[in-house]
């Protein structure tokens, strides 16, 4: 099939070059005109791993493409697949504003009959707006179809080419049976719904996995109070076949581009037709408090923190990716710099990108784990990338000033810490904090 992608973001990139992988002839669309030079020159401008070597072999192939002519793209093609941006507004909402001005611009190439699908994630209601706006413009006929998408990043196009589902919300017959075909070297697991229905779907995904994550670190939370081990009663809970065991682990609390965002949106949503979605906006709440556990915990150990010097592992909300959007290291690190801390930070591959976002402030960025280490008063580890994982607490022992480990992802077991001076502090784990080994419960009857 013959597919244009408007957007180069995470979703439209990595799902362009996939379909292009399936045998397909991808157009992939940006009005950046620096990104798709990038891209022509086979330069990814996100690190997700296995992408440049994907893009490398379909444009070598003849089957990807990079242009900002829009025009000629759409032209050029069967289905056109929308993965524009659309972040949060100040008050919650999802910004509209790329979508709306792509679906013009594709409006005015629709000059024979086309598929436009929205991939982007929206609220309820815009697949039908979108195709207003073509209609407005289109001098052919079109169906249009919402088929969400539900990539993780640093798993991206394993998540591409291996989906638990593929969601198609469309009224057409022909549409439905178009985006299966495309969709079936993927999976089997192809569902036709509405179009409103699908872009629920996915709001109604994101947020209850976010509510996962939040339950899970309110159970970590009351697990410190009462002796109990969380990384225990979450595989426990995850043998049970209703709950499951994926996102049950205990934490700082989720980030990204989506779980922060869509939540919101879902929230707003919800308000637009006088529904208060109390268990998600408590599910927000949850999640921003904890990665202060963070400072709750550093001030346990050291005291005042105004003057000490405190290393940060991890600026990227999740290990295998570059990306900082909402990650919690921004407010840990706000906090610290607010109460008279000096920060030493290092990422293995995210601190560019966090020290744009994080402009104008006291961070000396550091070229090694061991670098921000050395001579701290203590070490907080933000994200579980491997490198961190690897490194002997031997090490991590003679770098620091003080032995004083704030473990935000539970990287570490009793075993590693065995024998070794660390005053340590981990979430929802008790008996192994603050040093101790065998720790007695709190509650007692």
């Avoid at 999976?187 to 509405?194: E, L, S, W």
């Avoid at 150990?301 to 290291?329: M, S, Y």
Wanted: hydrophobic content about 40%.
């Amino acid at each position: 099939m013959r597919l244009a992608v408007i957007g180069t973001g995470y979703v439209g990139l990595v799902s362009g070059v996939c379909f292009s992988e399936l045998g397909n002839q991808v157009i992939c669309v940006d009005n950046v005109q620096e990104k798709v030079n990038l891209l022509n020159n086979g330069e990814v401008p996100i690190h997700e791993p296995g992408l440049r070597e994907l893009i490398a072999k379909n444009t070598q192939a003849g089957r990807l493409s990079f242009t900002t002519d829009l025009y000629e793209a759409v032209n050029n093609s069967e289905i056109i697949i929308i993965a524009v941006g659309t972040p949060s507004l100040p008050n919650g909402k999802a910004n509209l504003s790329y979508i709306e001005l792509a679906a013009e611009e594709i409006g005015h190439a629709v000059h024979d009959y086309k598929v436009i699908v929205v991939k982007s994630t929206v609220p309820v209601g815009t697949n039908e707006r979108v195709a207003e706006l073509i209609s407005k413009h289109a001098s052919a006929s079109f169906d249009f179809a919402s088929v969400p998408e539900f990539l993780r990043e640093g798993t991206a196009v394993r998540d591409t080419m291996n989906p638990d589902r593929i969601i198609i919300g469309t009224l057409s017959d022909k549409a439905a049976d178009m985006l299966t075909e495309l969709h079936r070297p993927l999976t089997d697991q192809i569902t036709i719904t509405d179009v409103r229905s699908s872009e629920m779907i996915k709001y109604a995904s994101n947020a209850f996995l976010a509510t996962k994550i939040s339950f899970i670190n309110e159970i970590a939370n009351i697990c410190e109070k009462v002796g109990a081990d969380v990384e225990e009663v979450a595989k426990g809970m995850g043998m049970d076949k209703r709950i499951g065991s994926s996102f049950l682990k205990a934490g700082i609390g989720y980030g990204g581009s989506c779980f922060p965002k869509d939540t919101q949106a879902l929230i707003q949503i919800a308000g637009q037709m006088d529904y208060d979605f109390k268990l998600l906006k408590s599910v927000v709440e949850v999640n921003r408090d904890q990665r202060f556990n963070v400072i709750r915990k550093l001030e346990d150990l050291l005291g005042d923190i105004n003057g000490k010097t405190i290393g940060i592992w991890g600026l990227a909300f999740k290990p295998e990716t570059d990306d900082v959007r909402d990650a919690p290291a921004f407010e840990i690190i706000e906090a610290l710099i607010e109460r008279g801390a000096h920060v030493k930070a290092y990422d293995p591959i995210a601190s560019d990108n966090f020290n744009k976002s994080f402009h104008g402030k006291e961070i000396l960025y550091c070229d090694s784990a061991e670098e921000a280490a050395l001579n701290a008063d203590a070490l907080c580890i933000l994200t579980e990338w491997k490198e961190f994982i690897d490194i002997p607490l031997s090490d991590i022992q003679l770098w620091l000033k003080t032995p004083n480990l704030i473990d935000g992802r539970n990287i570490y077991s009793e075993e590693d810490l065995e024998n070794t001076p660390f005053a340590y502090y981990s979430v929802g784990r008790p008996k192994m904090n603050n040093g101790v080994r065998e720790g007695k419960p709190i509650l007692t009857f």
